[in-house]
């Protein structure tokens, strides 16, 4: 019972995932944003806050080791942001580049991501949700300040 049960979450889940990463990408996706780096740069927050939602709805209805898996994918398209920002610092220019305090909180996140990882371990959903929630809060806020910059 219990695996008919995954095997259907997983055969629903799978298709949202794929639409919101096929969203995202479309939205991304123009022959101006791969000269925009802070187009790009939004291009990897989308993926993550959409892969954030995936995480939180698994908390929120399936197990342990699936939310673990979808936080996990979570902080994969996280790590696509920082290297999206690294990789073009410069070129962000000194608004959003040259910003310690940014590179900073970015950096901060990528840990949180990780602390949630560990909560989730621990076995606790209430614990988990605690902590993935402000990790929802801080992609809107990073997010927000990438596109105010430009």
């Keep these: 019972m219990a695996s008919s049960i995954v095997r259907l979450f997983r055969v629903r889940l799978f298709p949202l995932r794929a639409a919101l990463v096929a969203a995202a990408l479309l939205l991304s996706w123009s022959p101006t944003a791969a000269a925009d780096e802070h187009a790009d740069l939004q291009a990897a927050f989308r993926l993550a806050t959409a892969q954030y939602q995936v995480a939180l709805k698994t908390l929120e209805t399936r197990g342990r080791e699936e939310t673990a898996a979808e936080v996990s994918r979570l902080r994969e398209a996280f790590q696509a942001v920082i290297q ?3 990789a073009n610092r410069t070129a962000l220019g000194s608004d959003l580049g040259g910003d310690q305090d940014y590179a900073g909180a970015l950096m901060q996140l990528d840990v949180g991501i990780i602390g949630v990882l560990l909560v989730i371990d621990l ?13 929802g809060r801080s992609l809107a806020e990073l997010g927000a300040r990438a596109t105010a910059r430009e």
């Design 84 to 86: 999206e920002f690294n």
């Design 123 to 135: 076995g606790s959903r209430e614990a988990a949700r605690e902590a993935l929630i402000p990790i």
